[in-house]
């Protein structure tokens, strides 16, 4: 079975570009979450959507911005990219939404995003 | 605000020998989800192992058991017969569950730990 995908692997922008990343879940997985970590940190958490709905948001900027879609994919969106956006960017997948370990979050290989 | 603190920034371990990875977390929730993650150079964050609060027993998966202390707020992971390939960054997370169990899937992260294991 394929597990959680993003695309691209690697990208590189310019300081006030846009962004836009993209997850599919494991089938089946109804709920995606983001997460950002900048090098030589833990992981900081910017969404969550289950059922095309925003169940859940981190604080960041406004500049931040997902959506999911019927297929459940998602796409995070970041406008106006300043140099800290540099980071590698994490979608995880689950089948729900509690808390439990039958909703563990699998891990996508990530988006290494570059701001110059 | 929940929080995980990983006090060591780098442990070294001989193969074969055990190693211990420590994590102390902070929560006014009383029912919450331990987390540990390995995430290699490759950057894909892997579950290793989960403990509930209100488990009575420490969690174990294989090589890996957590060393859960609820008074002590601690959730250290000990990974046994170390191996070559455990070499990566460990993450200490947490979820807390809210009303209902319900968490809406925030895990938080600790800082991270760089396990090196020597042949």
């Known amino acids: 079975d394929a597990g959680v995908t993003q695309s691209p692997t690697h990208l590189i922008k310019t300081r006030g570009q846009q962004v836009t990343l993209r997850c599919s879940p494991i089938?089946?997985?109804?709920?995606v979450s983001w997460y950002q970590q900048v090098l030589g940190q833990g992981p900081q958490f910017i969404f969550q959507?289950?059922?095309?709905?925003?169940?859940g948001r981190g604080n960041f900027p406004d500049r931040f911005s997902a959506r999911q879609f019927p297929n459940y994919s998602s796409e995070l969106n970041v406008n106006a990219l300043l140099l800290g956006d540099s980071a590698l960017y994490l979608c995880?997948?689950?089948?729900?939404?509690?808390?439990?370990?039958?909703?563990?979050?699998?891990f996508g290989p990530g988006t290494r995003l570059t701001v110059l | 605000a929940q929080k995980i603190t990983q006090t060591q920034p780098g442990m070294f371990v001989q193969e074969k020998e055990a190693v211990t990875l420590d994590c102390t977390y902070d929560t006014s929730d009383p029912s919450y989800g331990l987390f540990w993650y390995k995430q290699p150079s490759s950057g894909e964050m892997i579950f290793l192992i989960y403990?509930?609060?209100?488990?009575?027993q420490n969690a174990t998966e294989g090589r890996y058991s957590l060393n859960f202390q609820k008074a002590r707020k601690s959730a250290n992971l000990v990974i046994s017969a170390s191996q070559l390939g455990d070499s990566a960054m460990y993450f200490c997370?947490?979820?807390?569950?809210?009303?209902?169990?319900?968490?809406?899937?925030?895990?938080?992260f600790g800082q991270g730990t760089i396990l090196t294991v020597h042949p």
């Open positions: 089938s089946g997985h109804k709920s």
């Open positions: 959507y289950y059922e095309k709905e925003e169940r």
């Open positions: 403990q509930g609060s209100y488990d009575q």
């Open positions: 997370a947490m979820r807390e569950l809210g009303a209902g169990g319900t968490s809406y899937g925030k895990l938080t």
């Open positions: 995880a997948s689950s089948l729900g939404l509690a808390g439990g370990p039958e909703n563990e979050q699998f």
